[in-house]
């Protein structure tokens, strides 16, 4: 837990943004630092220096330093990404979770399908049976939607990059389950 302490005579980086003197007991000094004027910055410009202000004497003094670095986050997200802000970046996560979990239960279904042809086959091949189980356009009974390009593939999109395939409502946003 950082503390109200004594400093040098280098001013704090919102101090300095908002060109005043730093006070030996600033509210900001323990959080952002001389050496991160961009940290603050970009606070002060989603949230404002007064809102900080009140947010940090609202929050109990040990959860300002987790306060900050939530505020911290959510600011750079929303410059970002000025129109989702951190709910398009969980939006994103969570269809990448959606489609990791299909990738899954596919991979899973055609492991059951491997072990239970493998115990019935007679040589052991499943080539004999006409079956590949790493091809995902194999015709199959339960393969009927493609395995998709993978988590890592898409994973820096922002809501600008990203299609939404018809996945909004009628007024453009995204709906959460």
């Known amino acids: 837990m950082k503390s ?5 005579s280098s001013s704090c980086a919102a101090c ?3 060109k005043r003197r730093c006070i030996p007991n600033c509210l900001f000094a ?4 001389s050496n991160e004027p961009k940290k603050f910055a970009n606070v002060h410009k989603v949230f404002g220096a007064s809102n900080v202000t009140k947010i940090l004497n609202e929050v109990p ?3 300002r330093e987790e306060t900050v670095n939530s505020l911290v986050y959510e600011a750079e997200v929303r410059l970002s990404d000025p129109v989702y802000g951190c709910i398009g970046a969980i939006a994103s996560l969570q269809r990448k979770m959606v489609e990791l979990q299909h990738d899954l239960m596919l991979a899973r279904t055609r492991l059951a399908y491997c072990a239970a ?3 019935t086959s007679t040589n ?4 004999t049976l006409g079956y590949d189980p790493f091809n ?6 339960f393969l ?9 593939d898409s994973y820096a999109q922002t809501s600008f990059d990203m299609d939404h395939g018809g996945s909004t409502n009628e007024f453009g946003q995204i709906p959460f389950p």
């Open 136 to 141: 995902p356009n194999m015709p199959c009974d």
């Open 30 to 33: 323990p959080y952002f630092r």
């Open 16 to 18: 300095k943004f908002l």
């Open 124 to 127: 052991g091949s499943l080539m």
């Open 117 to 119: 042809n493998t115990t």
């Open 144 to 152: 009927d939607v493609p395995v998709s390009g993978g988590f890592l």
């Open 4 to 8: 109200h302490e004594p400093r040098s």
């Open 61 to 63: 003094e040990e959860q």
